[in-house]
């Protein structure tokens, strides 16, 4: 393919506000003004209860903190003008270096598949495409003969997507690799914008966020709305640090920096994020470019959601549990190895948010809290913490819907599974998140939520007709209703297939841009972090 005009992109990205710095500093001071309360002795329960309570908010301000910490990283530079140049000699038909986009396909809908194979085929500039079949679909391979692109499959299947994309690499040599999954789209501008940040020779992967367009029901929108704040607030920072790491699709790749190492990483089904970590700690760089330049489907079930879930979780506990970030003379720097423990800790808050789900129970049937505070004590110090932090949120990422809430706490099993399974040594198994089908139905996915719900109805109902002590009784109503909301939300969404607020919803496809828009040709904030 010739250059033509890009594409529109979308920025998956916002300056920072000033209105954010100074909520993240209120936030700090509410984090240390909350951690104080609970330290003091004379509002201290019984004392293995409070040590656990202390224990899970610890994590939680830890996090809340490093995270805070990523997002003031958050600069607004423009990217090298060297990249700039680059791109304009390539729109000007400049040459072209050689190109290998692969699309990893496992038993997806064929129309999905075509879809993608499709606008990968037609991105400008010249290029190559690749179909990497690991289902041996005689379909699939029917569709890549018709659209012109080559087509590979390999027996065996060892090593799930790693071991496709590296079967992928040694049957091709272009000097570039793109690795796109089957349900992400990508515009045509796609490679102009991405390819020009590799005018550094020592950038080894260059990543752009996944979009998903299927806002269809709470699950599909909650954890699209989750991708969106991390890949508009967290991102950006992490780039600054040169700890942006690969997120499995949507990405390029230069083939001497994947050589170094061996190529994708096998060791693990998280193969993106510990090829990241190898290639940073042979000194290579990477890059977050903050444009939306391929758009994907989130899953559209429950099952689905916690499936990614569960994959996701693991990747995190097995680079916090095994990663050895911090052995001496392993090649990150001290800002490296605190972004991939974030990666970790982000799943661990599951550990803590069950803490948080079981003590208003705890409270209601067996009169147990962590701390001995009348409700306005409680109050004035917990609630200013917890405005604070989605207040920082709210501001920076133009706000943010509730799904989002509802999706992350539904998802606590299943990230408790995932730890337990690094722990003994037997992570869960790869899975394609969209593989055939849609809303799927399912009370078994969602059992461990129905049983906590189970306790908090339970116990709001004993609560209530003990009533020992009503200040803090109603406190622990009220907490232990909110929880059987959201449970009840997610349980609810999962028996009826996610078609809840869109009966009879057709799945949304992702969409491609007409093939003349004009691209924003401003300068787009990249750091290339030295």
């Not at 299927?214 to 700890?243: D, W």
């Not at 095994?322 to 800002?335: E, H």
């Not at 423990?341 to 948010?353: D, E, I, N, Q, R």
Request: charged share 15%.
């Amino acid at each position: 393919m010739t250059a033509t005009s890009p594409t529109p992109a979308r920025l998956a990205w916002r300056p920072l506000q000033r209105s954010t710095r100074v909520a993240i500093i209120a936030a700090l001071a509410a984090t240390v003004f909350y951690q104080l309360f609970l330290l003091n002795p004379a509002y201290r329960g019984p004392g293995w209860l409070w040590i656990t309570m202390l224990a899970a908010e610890g994590l939680t301000a830890l996090h809340l903190v490093g995270t805070w910490w990523t997002i003031l990283a958050h600069d607004d530079r423009a990217e090298a003008v060297d990249a700039t140049v680059w791109r304009n000699r390539l729109r000007a038909g400049a040459d072209v270096p050689t190109m290998d986009v692969f699309i990893t396909a496992y038993g997806e809908e064929p129309a999905l598949v075509e879809r993608t194979v499709l606008a990968a085929r037609d991105m400008d500039l010249e290029h190559r495409t690749f179909l990497l079949d690991d289902g041996d679909s005689d379909e699939l391979q029917r569709i890549a003969a018709d659209a012109g692109i080559g087509y590979l499959r390999r027996p065996g299947g060892a090593h799930a997507k790693a071991g496709n994309v590296n079967a992928g690499l040694a049957r091709t040599d272009g000097e570039y690799v793109v690795i796109l999954d089957a349900d992400h789209v990508p515009e045509p501008g796609f490679l102009i914008s991405i390819l020009p940040h590799f005018q550094d020779p020592d950038v080894a992967f260059v990543q752009s966020p996944q979009s998903y367009t299927n806002n269809v029901n709470l699950v599909a929108t909650g954890s699209g709305e989750a991708q969106r704040i991390f890949y508009e607030l967290v991102c950006p920072g992490k780039n600054h640090f040169n700890a942006a790491f690969c997120v499995g699709t949507n990405v390029m790749f230069r083939r001497t920096a994947l050589d170094s190492i061996g190529g994708i990483w096998t060791g693990s089904n998280s193969e993106d994020i510990w090829t990241s970590i190898e290639l940073h700690k042979r000194g290579w760089k990477s890059i977050y470019v903050p444009q939306v330049l391929a758009r994907g489907l989130a899953p559209e079930d429950v099952s689905s959601y916690l499936k990614q879930q569960l994959r996701w979780a693991g990747g995190g506990f097995e680079v916090l549990l095994k990663g050895r970030l911090f052995k001496r003379g392993i090649g990150l720097t001290i800002d490296q190895r605190l972004q991939y423990l974030f990666c970790g800790t982000h799943y661990l808050l599951s550990v803590a948010m069950l803490t948080f789900m079981l003590f208003p129970a705890l409270y209601l049937l067996f009169a147990l809290s962590p701390i001995r505070a009348d409700g306005v004590a409680w109050a004035t110090h917990y609630l200013p913490f917890q405005a604070a932090v989605l207040l920082v949120t709210w501001l920076q990422s133009g706000g943010f819907k509730l799904s989002a809430i509802v999706a992350s706490i539904g998802a606590v099993p299943v990230h408790l599974r995932a730890l337990g399974g690094v722990l003994i040594g037997r992570p869960a198994k790869w899975k394609v998140t969209n593989a055939g089908g849609q809303g799927a139905r399912s009370l078994w996915a969602v059992m461990p939520l129905f049983a906590l719900l189970v306790l908090n109805a339970t116990a709001i109902v004993v609560g209530v007709l003990v009533m020992a002590d009503p200040a803090p009784t109603w406190l622990s109503v009220g907490w232990a209703g909110m929880i059987v909301l959201i449970l009840g939300r997610m349980i609810l969404e999962s028996i009826t297939g996610g078609r809840i607020r869109h009966r009879g919803a057709v799945p949304a496809v992702p969409s491609l841009a007409p093939a003349g828009a004009e691209l924003d040709n401003r300068p787009q904030p990249v750091a290339a972090v030295a």
